[in-house]
């Protein structure tokens, strides 16, 4: 009876002790999941630059075109100045959004 009290206590920091440890397990587990995942995306990447030249060279028109969509974010045509406004993937891939914008100038069909 005397030990009661402490035991019960000692119990109790052990089970909040237990719930932590099986909380950080699950945050383990997730960033596991999540490194997984990027290195997928990694992998899918540097095989994705690999192969470009290859593609871009030799590739059928239909692969050429795939293979440019996945690299150009968008295009932005500035008539008026002959311009153009180009935003390439850093890292193409289907869920990297990270993006370079690059301006070029068009030459207008007579001064070439």
Known sequence: AVNREFVDQRLSELRERRERLKLRD?????????????DATVE??????GQ???TLRR???????????????????????????????????TQLSATVDRTIHLASAGSA
């Open 44 to 49: 899918e990447a540097m095989g994705f630059v």
């Open 52 to 54: 470009l030249e290859i």
């Open 59 to 93: 590739g059928l028109p239909q692969e050429r075109l795939v293979s440019l969509r996945q690299c150009v974010e968008r295009i932005c045509i500035d008539a008026p100045d002959h311009g153009a406004k180009i935003a390439l993937r850093v890292v193409p891939g």
């Open 26 to 38: 699950e945050e383990l587990e997730q960033l596991e999941l999540a490194q997984a995942s990027i």
